[in-house]
T-cell receptor, first 111, second 116 residues
Framework: EDQVTQSPEALRLQEGESSSLNCSYTVSGLRGLFWYRQDPGKGPEFLFTLYSAGEEKEKERLKATLTKKESFLHITAPKPEDSATYLCAVQTRDSNYQLIWGAGTKLIIKP | DVKVTQSSRYLVKRTGEKVFLECVQDMDHENMFWYRQDPGLGLRLIYFSYDVKMKEKGDIPEGYSVSREKKERFSLILESASTNQTSMYLC???????????????FGSGTRLTVV
């Protein structure tokens, strides 16, 4: 069964303390892996798409990487405004646009 | 600024009522999706549509139906609301391409529905 697992469930960091969020996947074939950010009471906001192992993408303090089994979202010198839930999702080879979602990592950055 | 607009942020309905959730996008996207999001269960796909008047069932279609009469509008209908349909409902849209590769969704802000 296709599955996406995110860890940890929650992560508390001090401002400026860099860390990584993990998204591991077990799927029949990967077409793309997606990272979204979700603020409380709002819809998810698209961050990155990665399509092949070895690919990396960056946006401000965020960097996403992809291997054949997992993806990492690295957060460098985070600020309180980076606090949010980060969602990972994958599109499998036999899907028509649909995504399989992880449960998310709630990130809290303390000033 | 491109947008997916959901008609209501909060709704309270009674058990047995027929409920309509509306979603409109202004990006000329071919694909539209309805998800529900519950704590601990993540996002679950209810229905999606990749063309006007087309619809496909997602993972949890029971108790729901959809309508897409125009490209920009996708409606979710709860035929007879029940308390287990209390949830956050999210609409999303995306471009459609021949190989059906997902290039990322744009989500609306969500509708928090409470069925009492």
């Amino acid at each position: 069964e296709d599955q996406v697992t995110q860890s940890p469930e929650a992560l508390r960091l001090q401002e400026g303390e860099s860390s990584s969020l993990n998204c591991s996947y077990t799927v029949s074939g990967l077409r793309g892996l997606f990272w979204y950010r979700q603020d409380p009471g709002k819809g998810p906001e698209f961050l990155f798409t990665l399509y092949s192992a070895g690919e990396e993408k960056e946006k401000e303090r965020l960097k996403a990487t992809l291997t054949k089994k997992e993806s990492f979202l690295h957060i460098t010198a985070p600020k309180p405004e980076d606090s949010a839930t980060y969602l990972c999702a994958v599109q499998t080879r036999d899907s028509n646009y649909q995504l399989i979602w992880g449960a998310g990592t709630k990130l809290i950055i303390k000033p | 600024d491109v947008k997916v607009t959901q008609s209501s942020r909060y709704l309270v309905k009674r058990t047995g009522e027929k409920v309509f959730l509306e979603c409109v996008q202004d990006m000329d996207h071919e694909n539209m999706f309805w998800y529900r999001q519950d704590p601990g269960l993540g996002l679950r796909l209810i229905y999606f549509s990749y063309d006007v008047k087309m619809k496909e069932k997602g993972d949890i279609p029971e108790g729901y139906s959809v309508s897409r009469e125009k490209k920009e509008r996708f409606s979710l209908i709860l035929e007879s609301a029940s308390t287990n349909q209390t949830s956050m409902y999210l609409c999303a849209s995306s471009f459609g391409v021949l190989d059906r590769l997902n290039y990322g969704y744009t989500f609306g802000s969500g509708t928090r529905l409470t069925v009492v």
